[in-house]
């Protein structure tokens, strides 16, 4: 939305679209789009890095997060501090559709793996939201929330794992086409995009230090 509050005049056409990941890399791959938001686990990066190289494009690592339960305000887990994966048995977990071609793979959500007794797949945010409040429903994510998308009425708590889960980790990033150069509104997506994550914040405390 900053990007968009900044561009320089009167007339623009932008299009932001939220879709299967394998759709954001065929788009970025056609050309469609200049720039694909995706993550990379343990789990599934051995094969998106191969779908990737197919594709003649190239994955910049953003930023690590670990797992986050997403759930409305008035969700009756929603004064925990941390959420263990069997407090959740009892509601049901809410995933974007993928489709059936290597669905775990492209799957949004940490832990995919993980068997969920409950389940209600969605293909916009919109439904996802409203179910959250209707049926107290979850999902696993990297714990980065938009307030002025989705409103102040949901939470992210920490997901606390039993055991050292290398699955539950994201690397956030972002795919260009190879051999190419970003456009002045590419370029200035992904700089909105660190400081939105702090990062540039994070690279100027650092300089002025000297190894010794």
Known sequence: MELVKEYDTS??????????????ISDVAN????????YMSEFNRSALTKLLKNAGLT????????????????????????IRFEELADYPC????????????????????EEYIRTIKANDRATMLNLMIGLNGYTL?????CEELNGSDYLAIPF?????????????????KNNTILSGIGE????????YLGIEEKAEKGKGKKKK
């Open 160 to 176: 606390e794992s039993d055991s050292v889960e290398s699955n539950s980790v994201m690397e956030i990033g972002y795919i260009i």
């Open 94 to 113: 809410l995933s974007f559709e993928q489709g059936d071609t290597a669905s775990f793979y492209y799957a949004e959500e940490i832990l995919s793996t």
């Open 141 to 145: 994510c990297s714990g980065i929330i």
């Open 59 to 82: 994955f910049f690592p953003l930023i690590n997060c670990k797992a986050y339960v997403y759930l409305w305000s008035g969700h009756p887990l929603a004064k925990k501090k941390t």
């Open 11 to 24: 007339r623009y056409e932008f299009a932001i679209m939220e879709t299967q990941t394998r759709n954001v």
């Open 188 to 195: 200035l997506y992904i700089e909105k995009i660190k400081n």
């Open 31 to 38: 050309m469609k789009s200049e720039i694909g938001i995706l």
